[in-house]
């Protein structure tokens, strides 16, 4: 599955609370065909330009990561299990999920996870 993240970069969320999480109607539907469960993070995109190296973006996936439970948070939305990395900042708005597409291949958007 690709991901597409989209950040803002607006207001320093509070990191100690967990977030609220709103999942959009189609993004619902496709996450529960894929199990029910998303984990989101922060990740690492390379690039081949002096400005995009090594920098930290927002990334979901269907599943549940690999690491151990301590890592996340767990927030229930409308059924689906969301995995939150701790210590990603959030917006005071908090996060938002959509179903994007790309190529022709479905895939999930998230918004409000701060990267600076």
């Known amino acids: 599955m690709s991901v597409i993240a989209k950040s803002t970069h607006d207001v320093h969320g509070d990191s100690g609370n967990i977030p609220k999480v709103e999942i959009s109607e189609d993004a619902s539907g496709y996450i529960l ?4 469960i998303i984990t989101l993070m922060l990740g690492r995109a390379f ?24 890592f996340y948070n767990e927030v229930l939305t409308n059924g689906i299990k969301v995995y939150i990395s701790k ?9 938002k ?4 597409n790309l190529r022709g291949v479905p895939t999930l958007e998230v918004e409000g996870i701060i990267t600076y």
Do not use: H
């Open 97 to 100: 999920i959509s179903l994007g």
């Open 87 to 95: 210590g990603v900042l959030v917006e005071p708005d908090g996060i």
């Open 47 to 70: 690039g081949f330009s002096c400005c995009a190296d090594n920098v930290c973006e927002p990334v979901v996936f269907a599943g549940k990561s690999r690491l151990p439970e301590i």
């Open 33 to 36: 065909d894929k199990g029910g």
